[in-house]
């Protein structure tokens, strides 16, 4: 079974904090996502990577950074958070199938 | 107007009943298809997955595409409390692509079976 772990399931931070959200997957896949999930708004992917050290920028990128330095393992960065980062963020892995697998979830709060 | 529309429910419906959840596209490129399934607090799982057009069927499940319509649709048949989620659907290029298989969602329906 596909295993996929992030480091926190509720964070809470303040307004203009450094955010580092970590994702750690088992089963040597090539691809991992990283997805921000809001109320009527669905799943929406803020950066993807395809292999170490490289990264792609998804549809709203915006005020946020990714690291891929191994394969297994990828992260994001709110480099300065502010409230409207407010969201569930979900990291996502696949080995170019279609198939997504998805980590629980980490619940993240900027007062 | 959003490349995936998903009807946004919320849809609550006796135990037993024959549940039908559908989403439109605009994306005429997309060729895979999947219904993911989501429990409180926790993370999507791939529920039903579809390459191209036509039926599938997994114990309860049926996933049906029309590529024509650019129109896809869960049916659960029997419904059970145990059911009672979110329902996302997602779509996909390819991998071959460009688009690496990154996944356009819909935005959701949450699902309330009660006994």
């Known amino acids: 079974d596909v295993k996929v772990t992030q480091s926190s399931r509720y964070l809470v931070k303040r307004t203009g904090e450094k955010v580092f959200l970590e994702c750690v997957q088992d089963?040597?896949?090539?691809?991992m996502f990283w997805y921000r999930q809001d109320p009527g708004l669905g799943l929406r992917l803020i950066y993807f990577s395809y292999d170490v050290k490289m990264k792609e920028k998804g549809d709203i990128p915006e005020g946020y950074s990714v690291s891929r330095e191994k394969k297994e393992r990828f992260s994001l960065i709110l480099e300065s958070a502010s409230t409207n980062q407010t969201s569930m963020y979900l990291c996502?892995?696949?080995?170019?199938?279609?198939?997504?697998?998805f980590g629980p979830g980490t619940r993240l709060t900027v007062l | 107007q959003k490349e995936v529309e998903q009807d946004p429910g919320p849809l609550s419906v006796p135990e037993g009943a024959i549940v039908s959840l559908n989403c439109t596209y605009s994306n005429s490129a997309f060729q895979y298809f999947m219904w993911y399934r989501q429990y409180s607090r926790k993370g999507p799982e791939l529920l039903m997955y579809?390459?191209?057009?036509g039926n599938k069927e997994d114990g309860r499940f049926t996933a049906q595409v029309d590529k024509s319509s650019k129109y896809i649709s869960l049916f659960i048949r029997d419904s059970q409390p145990s059911d009672s989620a979110t329902y996302l659907c997602?779509?996909?290029?390819?991998?071959?692509?460009?688009?690496?298989?990154?996944?356009?969602f819909g935005q959701g329906t949450i699902l309330t079976v009660h006994p």
């Open positions: 089963m040597d896949h090539e691809n």
């Open positions: 579809t390459y191209s057009s």
């Open positions: 996502a892995t696949d080995t170019y199938t279609d198939t997504q697998y």
């Open positions: 997602a779509m996909s290029e390819g991998a071959g692509g460009t688009s690496y298989g990154k996944l356009t």
